[in-house]
């Protein structure tokens, strides 16, 4: 395509643009009414048609054709097709992120607000990202909108509303630009191949108006890499090769382990990802979609255009709506996270830790009486280290005294030593196995080994010098044999405490 299908469908009249109708009806009824504000603000995410609708407000105001009552340019008069191609001297269009001083302001909007129109009705300013202006730039366009000639429009587009000052934003009509309600998105998107005379699979348009997020521009950028393909017809096997890769049935496997809080497998899964080069962010937002759809079957919503219906039946059925509710939360939080994560697996790893671990299903009625007593053991114990010698069986039975002394120091660490185990105690030199490769590479650095060993130190009351490995697939299975020994020898202490002091362990 010679031309972006974001350029070459941009909205030429109100009536060609999708969502923001809280927008578009009341600046139909402004213009139709002869009734314009001197200053317009326009704010929201980026992709959602600021600018787009800031054109078609100075095309409507400067068209030489529209008639009393009517509020769409005719698109066909000089001054449309001047500002359609964006070479109209009357409308003029400011970038504030590259023209942020008060000179910017002064020469491109102060100097030029005292001559009247060269053709038009009205002189009209965009200024796009006006965020970006400094605070000297903010005070001289004030005096400027404070008392603007009647010739003069403004229209303020900014994605960061919060960034104006109070002074300008007062002075502003403002509007509130949304994200596209998806099944709109997705049948714009739709019309849009059929004027490309390209057939395209629904569930691809589905994905590319769901990845996009509700923003527009996004949604555009993504159709025009699919089509761009060259066939005339595109299947969901086409697209993939395009789209931000998902696995829709691992997406169903981590729910089944979280509904099992099978805590190994639904960390050694998004590990799995990280592998095969998953884009985590996307898996997360297809993870939102797919709970949010079960959280609609318990409430008995058709789900007759969902795949997989019998998986996500018997899904509904073995989770509560609460539980659904909270992952959903969990995941949702995890959205920005995952932008700007170091580890890009660790946020979805510590929901997955969070929700296994919530319903510690370990509660004792008298909390208060055994937490003095396994704090009393564990001095015990202390003190007993420091005059015995450290075996690496005495390392094992302590390890979870490990883990949560590390979260004091570093919750990343904390994460990544519940996924190992130690195997080997030789002298003063313990060796740590880790179920994935990602974190026994992680931990060859000397600074982190340290760390590690500081940590040790703190719980053992000796030196230890430790060297990282990855577990063998025989490794892996006999560990995991190791921790459910344990973990059936913790369950049976904790209930032999809970009946010393009267109480007992609810589920």
């Given at each position: ?166 002074t300008i934003v007062s002075r502003c009509q403002r509007f509130d630009f949304k994200k596209v309600d998806l099944n709109i998105l997705s049948d714009y998107l739709a019309k849009l191949s059929q004027l490309e005379k390209i057939k395209i699979d629904k569930e691809v348009v589905k994905r590319i108006a769901f990845s996009s997020g509700g923003f527009v521009r996004d949604a555009l950028s993504v159709l025009g890499q699919v089509l761009s393909l060259g ?277």
């Amino acid at each position: 395509m010679s031309q972006t299908l974001y350029l070459k469908y941009r909205p030429q009249k109100f009536d060609e643009l999708i969502g923001q109708n809280h927008i578009k009806l009341t600046l139909q009824n402004e213009i139709s009414n002869n009734n314009i504000a001197h200053a317009y603000l326009f704010s929201g995410p980026r992709g959602t048609g600021k600018t787009t609708v800031a054109r078609l407000l100075a095309k409507s105001l400067n068209c030489f054709n529209i008639k009393e009552t009517e509020y769409e340019p005719c698109g066909e008069c000089l001054s449309c097709q001047e500002i359609k191609s964006g070479r109209s001297l009357d409308l003029i269009e400011i970038d504030a992120a590259s023209h942020t001083g008060v000179e910017n302001v002064r020469e491109n909007i102060i100097d030029n607000v005292r001559f009247t129109p060269y053709r038009d009705k009205y002189k009209i300013f965009i200024i796009d990202e006006v965020h970006m202006l400094s605070i000297f730039a903010f005070n001289a366009l004030l005096k400027t909108l404070e008392e603007p000639p009647e010739h003069i429009v403004f229209v303020l587009c900014t994605t960061e509303l919060y960034k104006l000052p109070e002074t300008i934003v007062s002075r502003c009509q403002r509007f509130d630009f949304k994200k596209v309600d998806l099944n709109i998105l997705s049948d714009y998107l739709a019309k849009l191949s059929q004027l490309e005379k390209i057939k395209i699979d629904k569930e691809v348009v589905k994905r590319i108006a769901f990845s996009s997020g509700g923003f527009v521009r996004d949604a555009l950028s993504v159709l025009g890499q699919v089509l761009s393909l060259g066939k005339k017809e595109i299947t969901t096997k086409d697209a993939l090769s395009i789209l931000p890769r998902s696995d829709f049935e691992m997406v169903v496997s981590l729910v089944d382990f979280l509904i099992k809080k099978d805590i190994h497998s639904a960390i050694e899964l998004v590990n799995k990802l990280v592998e095969e080069g998953v884009d985590l962010e996307q898996f997360n937002l297809d993870l939102i979609d797919y709970l949010r759809r079960l959280l609609l079957v318990k409430f008995k919503v058709d789900i007759s255009s969902i795949e997989s219906q019998d998986k996500i039946l018997d899904q509904a059925e073995k989770v509560s709506a609460q539980d659904l509710s909270r992952m959903l939360n969990i995941f949702v939080n995890k959205v920005y996270a995952l932008k700007t994560a170091e580890i890009v697996q660790l946020p979805l790893e510590m929901a997955i830790i969070e929700l296994c671990n919530f319903d510690y299903k370990k509660i004792i009625s008298v909390e208060k009486n055994l937490q003095i007593k396994k704090e009393n053991a564990r001095e015990i114990k202390s003190k007993q280290d420091k005059n015995t010698e450290i075996t690496l069986q005495h390392i094992i039975d302590r390890w979870q005294d490990v883990i949560i002394s590390s979260r004091e120091s570093n919750h990343s660490i904390a994460l990544a030593l519940q996924t190992g185990y130690p195997i080997c105690l030789d002298k003063n030199n313990l060796e740590i196995a880790f179920e994935h490769s990602f974190y026994s590479e992680r931990f060859k650095e000397i600074k982190t080994r340290n760390l590690i060993s500081d940590i040790l130190k703190k719980v053992f009351n000796c030196d230890l010098i430790v060297k990282c490995s990855t577990m063998t697939a025989d490794k892996k299975a006999e560990v995991k044999q190791k921790r459910d020994k344990q973990n059936l020898k913790s369950e049976q202490e904790i209930n032999n405490l809970a009946e010393e002091f009267g109480g007992k362990v609810v589920d």
